[in-house]
């Protein structure tokens, strides 16, 4: 995961996409608990220890979560998840 932090802080987009049967360990590998941080709490840990150093810089985080070819935004304000549109393009 810290590379593609490193390409964040550089500019470029970044998606870590954890893909998977049922009951594989997605959710423990991306989440993990307080003892043993996942992928997610350890590459915001070490993004904002790079990033406070900067002042001025901005950040947008997604969370999302693809069930049943549904899409839901796990870090919505709501607290509901809401099932996102699925655009394509045709080109």
Same mark, same amino acid.
Not at 14 to 42: Q, S
């Given at each position: ?5 490193? %390409? /964040?802080?550089?500019?470029?987009? =970044? @998606?870590? $996409? &954890?893909? =998977?049967?049922?009951? &594989?360990?997605?959710? $423990?590998?991306?989440?993990? @608990? *307080?003892? &043993? ?6 590459? /915001?840990? $070490?993004? $904002?220890?790079?990033?406070? &150093? %900067?002042? =001025? ?7 999302? *979560?693809?069930?049943? *070819? ?17 655009? *394509?393009?045709?080109?």
């Amino acid at each position: 995961v810290i590379p593609v932090v490193e %390409k /964040v802080l550089a500019g470029y987009n =970044g @998606t870590i $996409f &954890a893909y =998977g049967n049922t009951g &594989a360990g997605k959710t $423990f590998t991306m989440e993990g @608990t *307080e003892i &043993a941080p996942g992928m997610i709490p350890l590459a /915001v840990k $070490f993004l $904002f220890e790079k990033i406070t &150093a %900067k002042r =001025g810089t901005s950040i947008s985080i997604s969370y999302l *979560e693809i069930y049943k *070819e549904k899409v839901y935004d796990l870090l919505t304000m709501s607290g509901t998840l809401s099932d996102l549109p699925i655009r *394509e393009d045709t080109e």
